[in-house]
């Protein structure tokens, strides 16, 4: 590093570099502003780049794949290096995935990574869509970039599905068998869509080559471009950040792009490589030449799709038999109704949440600072309900193996998901809100009484008390983070001359006043109210100061301006510090 | 480079912007113990929007802040400088880049291991290829984790410790500059003639409906109408049945494991796939007198009944068979029949019976079928009635 009065300036060749591009693109103040770029820091965050790179990941590896993989329905008959299927007669996709397992050096790892990276990446998706969830991270503005997630999460289900139906092995051939029993339920459609898939009968020729299409350009390309929005809008809104010491709605607290995250992140895509290669060199996944190649006749027990698939496989097997005869036509509700309505009301209901929740609160409000899941009791009890009836069916997809490992009869093991699916989501989320009022009120105790320290003071009379410490500025900023939730009149609210409040007027106004109470139910940091009466009297009472109100419940009007260092801009803080003190 | 040069991280705001802007990095070491945490209030909020301590640090120990005047001074960042590389001591510092220099010479030396292996271990034989396996990726694994491992400890002991704060405005445009863009837009609109000129307006949406539908008739060719082909199979009278796997034909009396269960393909199908998906059926022999209606007795030899070996509920083949209940199970979605009674269901989600293929015996006293299934195997479809 040279210097010229006392500026450090790069050496001459990057300099000449940067020249060379500037004179051609003016980057210098654009790119500096991206070096400058504040990331905030939390492992939860690193959630989402797991998933990215393990995309990257999936790129590279499949490309090799792609190198040797053949996509042809053609039967051969093998006569190569796995000597037990020698003679044997198979489709060329099957043999060709043999070889290059078996005759590609370093073929058997790189088809292990691509697939240890799809699960990965399902799995990431998941726990960034839950983190994501959990602490609010999907409101305004970045409610577009949730829908978008959505999509990316069914389209990842969809590739890992088309991708490990490749190999043409017993296990996947007899997933595609299922597919197809799934689009002959459609009503009317069904049969036309599964001999245009198909091309013909099950399995016919077509299929693999089709996939295969589908599963290298068609939805890589959509992801990728999706992906690429997702990381804009990302990064154009800024990320959001958790509460904290000088976190503010109108501040993003971290390190700067350059070198800081520029440099974690590279070590974090080696992370998540190396962790991938090391499960390929120890942990065998998808060893196709055990199953065999499919044929329609054969079937091993004890068959399950990958993890993210196993949900669906859940909700086929709880369901009842039910089917009608409509004049003459079949509606087969035991396979149209696992197959579409489960999945679809987690994702329907996943893609609507923002907006609902928006509805219900009335906080319109652009937000920028995450949520605590507890005090969100509500949507933290939706999302853990969730994840119990997601649970659940996944369980349930694996009955078999359960019935097998734990000697628990099999029929016992579906009556008792029969159930399950409904007690256990409900029952999780009234588990859940009440934690979460729970944990409400011990915050408040934390800020009103302190930590307890341990140490026992006797007072001059004889009694004993414990002393307690204030909590530290830094635990002190995420307690007071909370937002008390505002409150919509009650539903029939009247006021003094008693015409009910025009927000809760008709059928819609009941709903959106009664989701509100539920939704608002909330222990406040601060109040007159005492111990343990805290929950249910969040709404409309005199606690929790009427600037913070405001700033939740005002549409349109997120945040004042841009003027943000300015110690102006933790006057809600202080505020609450003054409520609190008064208190 | 050195910490100590570059402690002008210390000056206000306005000087490090004359100076650039440039990454200061200022030692820790004897610095005082921040403000942060147990100060004052007074001293909090001052350095509120300054600077932030990490969460959960210990009371009385240093700041791992450090004044970072990288950003605009002007938005509020800069202030008094704090420590920042580890403990400002150069042999540990020193120590520190050891360590990462070693990872990074591993990851080198691991993927030379790596090209090695792939050089000097072959494949082509089932324990040649699980060795080069475990070399390749073992190789590859060190290889990327000494890299990253590398990485964390330089960016975590060689790194200053920041943390800094960027303002963050209002997503939304500012009132002004959206009136603005609706001006231009009516503007555009009003100079294309796209509001004053139904005609062209019309016209224009009209004619994306048919060129949104051209495309999607090319897909009409992607397979053939299934006219009535799910409602037959190839079986046919006096088509013998083939022992699945051996393509032997069987005589009843060779079936001398009752009790077990057997599958049989349509003599001249056995290798296609497309036919066996519908055709293939199973063959249960029973004890006299164990099988009972629905299941159809004329279409039995000698006690032994065929039915379709696809699934009613979305086609797998079932293919267990418990002797002691005489169930047959699916194992895909756990769907049961029960086998002396006309495979029946008794449990799952598959809503129909397998269907019942009739038997009889040839000239020659093989088993073949007397004629194709009476209804449609496999899986509920709209048009199966």
Redesign the interface.
Known sequence: MSSQDGQAVPPKALTGLGGFLDDRFRGARGVRTFFKKIFPDHWTFLLGEIALYSFIILLLTGTFLALFFKPSMTDVIYHGTYTRLDGVRMSEAYASTLNISFDVRGGLLMRQIHHWAADLFMAAIFAHMLRIFFTGAYRKPRDVNWLIGIVLLTLGMLEGLFGYSLPDDLLSGTGLRILEGVILGIPIVGTYLSFFLFGGQFPGNDIIPRLYVIHVLLIPGLILGLIAAHLFIMFHQKHTQMPGKGRTEKNVVGAPMYPYFMAKTGAFFFFVFGVLALLSTVAQINPIWLYGPYNPVSISAGSQPDFYMGFLEGTLRISPSWTWDLAGHTVAWNVLFPALVPLGLLLTGAALWPFIERWATGDYAEHNVNDRPRNAPTRTAIGVAAVAFYSIMLLEGANDLIADHLDIPLYTITWIARFAVFLGPALAYFLTKRICLGLQRKDRDLLEHGLETGIIRQMPDGEFVEIHRPVSEEKRAVLLSKKEPVALPAPGAADENDIPAPATRGLAGKLRATANRVITESVPLTGGNGHGNGHGNGHGGSHGDEAERAAVGAPHSPVADGDVAAPGTVARDNGQQSGDAGS | ?SENDQTSADQPGEDERA?????EAAGRAGEPAGT????SPGS??E???????R???V?GTPSPTAA?T??DPA???GGPGQGAIESGDPARAKRAERIVAFFFLLSALASIGFIAA?IG??????SR?FH???A???A??V???S??????I??RRL?PD???????????STPEDRQAFQQTFMEGGEDSGFIKRPLVRRTLIAATVPLALAPVVL??D?????GT??RHTVWRKGMRLLV?GSNRPMKPEEFDSPGGLI?M?PDGYQ?N??E???A?VILIKFEPGQLQPPTVMDWTVQNIVAYS??CT?????V??YEQTTHHILC?????TFNAPRGAT?I??????PLPQLPLTTDAEGYLVAAGDFTEPV????????
């Open positions: 480079m100076s650039g802007g440039a990454t942060a945490a147990a100060g909090a909020e350095a509120e929007g300054q600077e932030h301590s969460p959960h640090r009371i970072r990288l950003l938005a509020g960042n792939y271990m072959p494949v082509h034989s089932m290829v080069s396996n475990l390749l990726g073992s590859m694994t290889g990327f984790l890299m990253a491992f590398g990485a964390v330089w960016v790194m920041v943390e800094m704060s960027e303002p963050r405005k209002p997503v939304a897909l009409r992607m397979g053939p109408l299934p082909t799910l699945f599958t393909v290798d796939d497309d066996l998906a519908k293939a070996k696809i509920h979305v086609g797998c083949p293919a267990l194992p895909c979605h756990q769907s269901v449990f799952g989600p598959a809503p129909r496999g899986p509920s479809f709209w048009e199966r009635g």
